[in-house]
């Protein structure tokens, strides 16, 4: 494929609002709209098109086609149009390629829908914050709207530390240092190790993977920075679980102990289909830490509480919580809202006791459809 063919298949997923781009032997490209997959009406691509696609998208790094590898992750940049989280891999001896559009300029709080409450979480000077969800429910895109707004409105050092840089900040009242895996370091806890002599206020890691690095971001926080990062677990009593379960039994104790002091704060995401199915909004989990969900942290046997606390806790919500005001709100259905909802039965009964009209509607932006998209002269 020539590259200027790429250029408009990737120019098409950026204009229309997709989220990722497939290439794939024996398949048409695929592009993902509001969590489904659709196809351009182009032509089925070859092995020899996956190949150019990815020595095009190689050019720029280290590593090329030539080199035996089974999958690279690596970002690519239209200049002035788009940047692109790319993964490459092999399948079946051919090339697989994947590339989720990163939009150049970071979005606000209030164009993602996000509660307002989050802003707090940019004021913050030590401790630990984490952002959760599954993968595509907007995990790296709510931490990169966090570092803008701690950009524009503090006075700070950031070192953000990612697998590859996704969102490309500009200086504004805080100086940004960004680092790659792979190109500026060598891993996650060599650059926190790195960090933390680079006299840095604010410290971002893209996500906690091992041990290794769970265990030297908490460092950090300890020693007075505040650090935020991402981990691909459900909710608050999922994402505590998950930390305490890299370190062997027994350390585990202590490092609930870790948490329980260092903690500042769990949002964790899941994106709806909106009422009339045009795009998606967040239903978002906010947990703040409060003498009694230290408690429940520390304590395997309480973490199953914490929800109840965030119930009644300032600036806290749980995903019930939040997906009642979106039906309340008309964004989301009913219907959507009880597929999502962690405990249906309980939600069935509130929403009742809310008098909620489930046949409510809520005016929404026009939004391009998915199967409005197809190829024209251009390709």
Do not use: W
């Not at 429940?296 to 806790?313: F, Q, V, W």
Request: proline share 4%; hydrophobic share 40%.
């Amino acid at each position: 494929m020539e590259r200027e063919k790429l250029y408009r298949l990737l120019r098409l997923g950026i204009e229309k609002g997709a989220s990722d781009v497939h290439f794939q032997v024996g398949y048409l490209p695929l592009y993902r709209f509001h969590g489904d997959l659709v196809e351009l009406r182009y032509k089925v691509l070859t092995a020899k098109d996956t190949e150019a696609i990815a020595r095009t998208l190689l050019e720029s790094e280290p590593r090329s086609l030539d080199e035996d590898f089974n999958e690279i992750d690596l970002a690519f940049e239209l200049p002035g149009e788009g940047r692109f989280r790319v993964n490459i891999s092999r399948q079946r001896r051919f090339y697989n390629i994947v590339l989720r559009v990163i939009p150049l300029q970071v979005r606000s709080m209030e164009k993602l829908n996000l509660p307002a409450a989050l802003r707090d979480l940019t004021q913050l000077q030590r401790g630990y914050v984490l952002v959760t969800g599954a993968t595509g429910m907007g995990k790296s895109t709510t931490l990169a709207t966090l570092i803008e707004d701690i950009n524009k409105n503090r006075k700070a050092k950031i070192v953000t530390i990612e697998d590859p840089i996704e969102f490309v900040f500009t200086h504004d009242k805080s100086i940004i240092t960004q680092r790659e895996i792979g190109t500026d370091t060598a891993s996650f806890p060599d650059a926190l190790h790195s960090a933390l002599r680079q006299d840095p206020d604010v410290i971002m890691v893209g996500e906690m993977r091992d041990l290794e690095t769970v265990d030297t971001s908490l460092k950090a926080a300890e020693t007075g920075h505040i650090v935020y990062s991402s981990i691909h677990t459900s909710d608050v009593s999922a994402t505590i679980h998950r930390l305490v379960s890299f370190f062997p039994p027994e350390e585990q104790q202590n490092v609930r102990s870790r948490l329980a002091e260092n903690l500042q704060a769990i949002v964790s995401l899941r994106l709806l289909p909106t009422k009339k199915q045009i795009a998606r909004v967040p239903a978002v989990e906010i947990m703040r830490t409060t003498r009694s969900i230290r408690e429940c942290i520390k304590d395997p046997a309480k973490t199953s509480e914490i929800a109840e606390y965030m119930t009644r806790g300032e600036s806290m919500q749980t995903f019930d919580q939040h997906l009642i005001d979106l039906v309340r709100a008309s964004k989301i259905s009913v219907d959507t809202a009880l597929s999502a909802a962690s405990n249906p039965a309980d939600f069935k009964t509130k929403i009742a006791l809310e008098g909620v009209d489930p046949e409510a509607s809520a005016d929404e932006e026009r939004v391009l459809g998915p199967f409005e998209i197809e190829s024209d002269e251009r390709f």
